[in-house]
């Protein structure tokens, strides 16, 4: 998760990876336009225990420097799951690619499906805003480009679609045993992507925040062509994905490796309120 250049990702990565504060997730092979949907995962959500309302911040490198930060606070009540984030580029990299974004996602509390995203994004001092407006036939988006212009208007119809924060916590609901795989549709912004993620197996796991058992996880992205058909995200290659193996299944690091090299998000600190 992107139009980066020393800081390549600050969106997708932030937003797939961090965003997923909380993670995520095409396969290489080709389908054809009408095969593709079949494929996805459509397992109801399942019955691992939702999130703790949570404060989080994550560190970004980029070549061996630290690229960005964000801070991403998650709550909920019954009906509604609430994710929020900010993120910037700090030090060399904002010299480079001044970058930042505000993010906001509604998931519904029951069946983890997206309601609406809002996402702000300010690029070397252009400003780019994004809505998305989720329902059970896909999803409606309005897109700005700069402080002024006439939002673009574009829909996608399919059933089961994601937005990043939905489909962490779908994901993260799942039992995720060894070697198991999902296949997940996600429209993050202005596109649609099939993601493959694949359930490496557990190991032990150091970051700032401390030591965890973590669950690994390999992803693989594909993008949603104008034709309906999957190809290869040409930008992004694959990435490996740690999270807490615990009540909380926390996004621990992403290793990303994508057309200027590697790009890693990990986790700095969390605080879980309300104990």
């Not at 700090?90 to 906001?104: C, I, K, M, P, T």
């Not at 926390?250 to 200027?260: A, G, N, P, Y």
């Amino acid at each position: 998760m992107s139009r980066l250049s020393p800081f390549p990702l600050a969106r997708s990565t932030w937003c797939t990876a961090l965003l997923t504060s909380l993670g995520i997730l095409v396969s290489q092979e080709t389908r054809a336009a009408s095969n593709w949907p079949s494929s996805l995962t459509r397992d109801p959500r399942g019955s691992f225990p939702d999130l703790r309302p949570a404060r989080a911040t994550y560190v970004y490198g980029w070549s061996g420097i630290t690229a960005a930060t964000s801070d991403v606070y998650f709550r909920g009540d019954q009906q509604t799951f609430v994710l929020e984030g900010r993120g910037r580029t700090v030090g060399l990299a904002r010299v480079l690619w001044r970058f930042d974004l505000n993010y906001r996602s509604a998931v519904n509390a029951e069946t983890l499906r997206p309601l609406e995203t809002h996402q702000v994004e300010t690029a070397r001092g252009k400003r780019i805003e994004t809505n998305l407006k989720f329902s059970d036939e896909g999803v409606s988006g309005s897109r700005a480009e700069g402080n002024h212009a006439t939002p673009t208007v574009k829909e996608f119809v399919l059933e089961n679609l994601h937005d990043l924060h939905s489909a962490f916590l779908y994901l993260r609901s799942q039992p995720l045993r060894d070697r198991s795989l999902y296949r997940v549709a996600v429209y993050p912004a202005n596109s649609a992507y099939v993601a493959t993620l694949t359930v490496v197996g557990r190991e032990h796991l150091r970051v700032r925040a401390g030591s965890y058992n973590a669950i690994k996880l390999d992803l693989k992205l594909q993008r949603v062509s104008k034709k309906n058909e999957l190809e290869p995200h040409r930008k992004f290659k694959r990435a490996t994905i740690w999270i807490s193996d615990d009540n909380d299944r926390l996004l621990l690091r992403v290793e990303s490796q994508i057309f200027v090299g590697t790009v890693t998000a990990e986790l700095q600190s969390v605080h879980f309120e309300n104990g």
